[in-house]
């Protein structure tokens, strides 16, 4: 639709415009979803996957020919597959362009389950169930072009997915994205396919052409939603490496956050998703592998749909990285006050705002591991279990760390990857065991606005400063 530079040309937009309505009507099969009947039905919006999105560093960028000189994926199609968190029949997608440097033009995309072979999730599939393929529309149009530093939500669909199971999403850029800078999400955990020419609606893109190449990163997808009755909702996790699933099995969702929801998932459908906001390096305080915690908190979370709860849990590599001397300790404060901070603005959203110890990080060959960042751990910990600013705390700590005496600083060796960092899947399943499933019901949706929170005043702080010391 070029721009409007007529009389006819308006009213042929206005034609438009009723045709999309209409269209729009239709395609949520007889589902209301308009603001107004928001409020009749008690549907919402509820983000049921997400990652991360930032800018996706050179090494991530996708291999030549996919990663061209003046532009990437230009005319080429990409697959991807997620991993969903709640059972839905209408969803729509969105894609971000949140840190492009150019537009994003989205030329055609499609969903559609995988196929799942001997018995597989479809996790890292190229291959489709093409009865189930449909061409996703953006308001009315199968092409959007996403500006730079923005997102673009899909219409919704009639689609049918169950928590715990998998969708792949295929896109197809005819231009590509000029430049090198683009959105995405590095640490998938999950392979994806890139191909020429427009294969949107391939059933096996990895058989479609012998360019095909694989690769472990996502791209441009950000979000899934789901039309879903009130009582559903989503925690968000706030977090590192530790959350992206570093030391889980490529294809195999069993990042803690994985298995957290195989655990709300086993006595009854769940009303839960889980979204995992986390990225490999991320500090709380500073950029650097990603944008820090307080700086895409908003981004990340508030702006996202039925968000009831968020779990912050990063701070590791704050403490990791730092100086040592002073400025350690300068950080540890600061980290201290970046989750106060983020507690105020989760609570300004009406979300609950849960805190979680931070892992040990001490070993052999361990770059972070240090007598005075152990100590600096400690203390940040001792405020997250002690001060009650939190709503609840998690204690993945306790829950992970050696046994007696000095193995505390430790990993317990049977859940440790191997860095003295990542955990394995094992150490990962016994994270996910350390969340009281309690939580989600105790702070259920609009309940939560009626807790009586501890509003602290400057005089009182500076009391349990004091007291700290
Ligand atoms: C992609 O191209 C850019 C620009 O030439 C380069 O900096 C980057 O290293 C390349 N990445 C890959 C994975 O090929
Ligand atoms: C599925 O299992 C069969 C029998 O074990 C095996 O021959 C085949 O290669 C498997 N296919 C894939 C795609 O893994
Ligand atoms: C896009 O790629 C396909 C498959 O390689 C090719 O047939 C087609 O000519 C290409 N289109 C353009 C405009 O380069
Ligand atoms: C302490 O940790 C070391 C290295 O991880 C391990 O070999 C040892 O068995 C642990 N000791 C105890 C008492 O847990």
Redesign the pocket.
Known sequence: MSFPNSESDLLGLKRVARLLLLIWSVSVAGIIVGVDAKKCSGEHWVDIWGSMPQLVE??N????PY?G?ASVFQNATLRQTVYITQTASTIRLQFSNAFGGSDLAITSATVALPATVNGSSGTGSSAIQPSTLQTITFSGQRSFIVPPGALVFSDPLSFSVRAQSVLAVTVYLATGQAG?AITGHPGSRTTSFMGPGDLTSSPDLSSSSPDVQRTDHWYFLSTIEAWLPAASSALAIIGDSITDGRGSTTNANNRWPDQLLSLLTQKSPTTISIINQAAGGNRLLADGLGPSALSRLDRDVIAHSAISYCLVFIGVNDLGTSALGPDLVKTADRVVSGYDQIVTRLHRAGIAAWGATITPMSGPGQAYSDPERERQRQRVNAWVRDSGRFDAVVDFDKAVRGGNGENQTQLDPRYDSGDYLHLNPEGYRVMAGAVDLALFERFRGKGMNKIVRKVRSTGEREQMRANEK
């Open positions: 050179p090494g960028l996708p291999s030549v990663n000189t090198h």
